[in-house]
Each structure stands twice: as C-alpha cells, then as structure tokens.
C-alpha cells in the first residue's frame, strides 16, 4: 500500500507555471504507475499524464501537451507535475495517484488546489 500526499498548488497568474509534488510513502515506490488528474468546478475528474515505472515513458492528455511534464525521482519517492504556460482553464484540484497492477489506479491523494487568475 502507498500514501500519497500533493504539494505546490497555489494561485498563479495566466502564463506562469507550477511545480506539483507528490510524495509517496510505503513500499516499493518504484513498482508503481503514476499519475496526475484533476477535478475542475462543476467538472467531472480528467487525466493529465502519468509515467511508467522507470520513468521510462510519459503520456499527457491533449490539453496539456506540451505545457505539463510529468517526471519521478524513485530515490525521493516523489513524482512531479511541471506546469508551464498556465492558463485559466487549468484551475482545478490536482490528484496525484499510483497503480500496481497496470490496469487502473488504486490510490489516490488528497488533491492540491491551483488557480490560474486572468
């Protein structure tokens, strides 16, 4: 089992970037999918990107690609959501979350919240 806690929301102004945190407790950081979702008002939850075990692979959803890089450091137990180019279509609560088996995402964290203002 693994605990996951987001840090770094906050409010920005458009055009500026964020860097999320989440970091993860329990074992075996590294035998876990990660990734990053969020839950904008009135919206249902979306995904943003994740990465494979060994960082090797990364995959972003259309809306972010190209602004958001999702990054993990196994040693620190933490994976990161590098947010560039931000907008106000962006203001949400950010999840990080962590799967073990490949198949769908068994843990979630608490959400951080990020505002973009105009």
């Known amino acids: 089992q693994v605990q996951l806690v987001e840090s770094g929301g906050g409010l920005v102004q458009a055009g500026g970037s964020l860097r999320l945190s989440c970091a993860a407790s329990?074992?075996?950081?590294?035998?876990?999918?990660l990734g990053w979702f969020r839950r904008a008002p009135g919206q249902e939850r979306e995904f943003v990107a994740s990465?494979?075990?060994?960082?090797?692979?990364?995959y972003n959803s259309g809306s972010v690609k190209g602004r958001f890089t999702i990054s993990r450091d196994n040693a620190k137990n933490t994976v990161y959501l590098q947010m560039n180019s931000l907008n106000t279509e962006d203001t949400a609560v950010y999840y990080c979350?962590?799967?073990?088996?490949?198949?769908?995402?068994?843990?979630w964290g608490q959400g951080t919240q990020v505002t973009v203002s105009s």
């Open positions: 979350a962590a799967d073990q088996f490949g198949s769908s995402w068994q843990y």
């Open positions: 329990g074992r075996s950081f590294s035998s876990y999918r």
């Open positions: 990465i494979t075990r060994n960082g090797g692979r990364t």
